[in-house]
């Protein structure tokens, strides 16, 4: 199987429609955003066994891939619609495609994002890259930077889940409420719609809650108290861990594609199903405080960063 056959077997389900005029098979997409919205682009790269094991299965490895991108798309307030991937495998494994696609298509499909082209190489190691497109409001876009002193701060979902799935993926465990939030990211994005207008700031949770609050309130030029008592901890979470680690881990424990985001406290979307947790406030004095019962605690630096 040539490149040629591959992009045509596997990625080329997607036809026009939808904003697409023309799709893979040509030497770029041509897209249609609808009048009077902005574009916005992310991108996100996954490289084997830095970012998940090279192991996993296939489509959980394709379905996280778009998810992660879905994600931003999220924290944005933004609504995804269109998709490019550059795949760089060391072979073409019919198998391994066939479930990468699966996964990848699911992931889009339930937000209705289309796949209008991407790039197919060979390398030795396995690198996936998704740029997902999408379109906002232009008074409503949902940037890090609008945080305010006396805003509430939230999180969706629960928190520490995701890192603690990592870790027993790594020492051989398979299916389990944990691991399933490692390799199912549940990208909020009817929620970050919803908050688009209405919160102040949001961004999403990927390297950690400490880590990735503290980009918000630099960006915002604020600071935050956070009452540890609050954080949301999953049942699972708590029984695997224990309840001090497990607090460990929804602090500085990353892959977790919850939002966060501060507001005022009249002005929440309604949630539907979505567990959204108030764990703290925004000061005007700088830095990220801990609060345990009261009383201030200093936690360890956290959240994963590359190069460092
Ligand atoms: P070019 O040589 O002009 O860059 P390619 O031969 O790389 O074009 O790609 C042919 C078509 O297939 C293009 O429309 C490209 O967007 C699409 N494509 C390539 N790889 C992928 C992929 N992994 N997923 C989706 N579309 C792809
Ligand atoms: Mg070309």
Redesign the pocket.
Do not use: K, M, N, R
């Given at each position: 199987m040539d490149?040629?056959e591959?992009?045509?077997h596997?990625?080329?389900r997607d036809r026009a429609g939808e904003g697409v005029i023309?799709?893979?098979?040509?030497?770029?997409?041509v897209i249609a955003p609808d009048q009077g919205r902005r574009l916005v682009a992310v991108v996100d790269t996954l490289v084997a066994d830095t970012h998940f094991p090279a192991g996993l299965d296939a489509t959980d490895i394709g379905y996280r891939a778009v998810a992660v991108n879905l994600s931003d798309m999220a924290a944005m307030g933004a609504r995804p619609r269109w998709m490019?991937?550059?795949?760089t495998i060391p072979e073409a494994d019919a198998a391994w495609l066939e479930g990468f696609a699966v996964g990848l298509y699911a992931a889009a499909a339930e937000h209705g994002v289309k796949?209008?082209?991407?790039?197919?190489t060979s390398g030795e190691c396995l690198v996936i890259s998704v740029q997902v497109l999408g379109d906002v409001d232009p008074d409503r876009v949902l940037l890090r930077s609008g945080a305010r002193s006396g805003d509430t701060i939230f999180v969706t979902g629960t928190l520490g889940d995701a890192a603690a799935g990592l870790e027993m993926l790594e020492r051989g465990a398979s299916e389990s409420f944990l691991v399933s939030r490692f390799l199912r990211p549940t990208a909020r994005v009817a929620y970050g719609q919803a908050l688009a207008g209405r919160a102040h700031a949001a961004i999403d949770i990927s390297d950690g809650l400490c880590a990735d609050l503290g980009k918000l309130l630099t960006a915002s030029g604020v600071g935050a108290e956070i009452r540890l008592e609050a954080l949301p901890l999953s049942a699972a979470l708590k029984t695997a861990m224990g309840s001090e680690t497990a607090q460990q881990h929804a602090l500085t424990g990353g892959d977790d594609y919850e939002l966060c985001f501060t507001a005022s406290l009249e002005n929440l979307p309604e949630p539907g199903g979505l567990a959204v947790t108030a764990i703290g406030t925004v000061t005007a004095e700088k830095g990220l405080r801990c609060l345990l019962n009261g009383k201030p605690v200093t936690v360890r630096e956290g959240g994963y960063a590359h190069f460092r």
């Open positions: 490149e040629f591959l992009i045509a596997y990625f080329s023309v799709g893979v098979g040509d030497d770029g997409a490019t991937l550059a795949l796949l209008v082209g991407g790039d197919t």
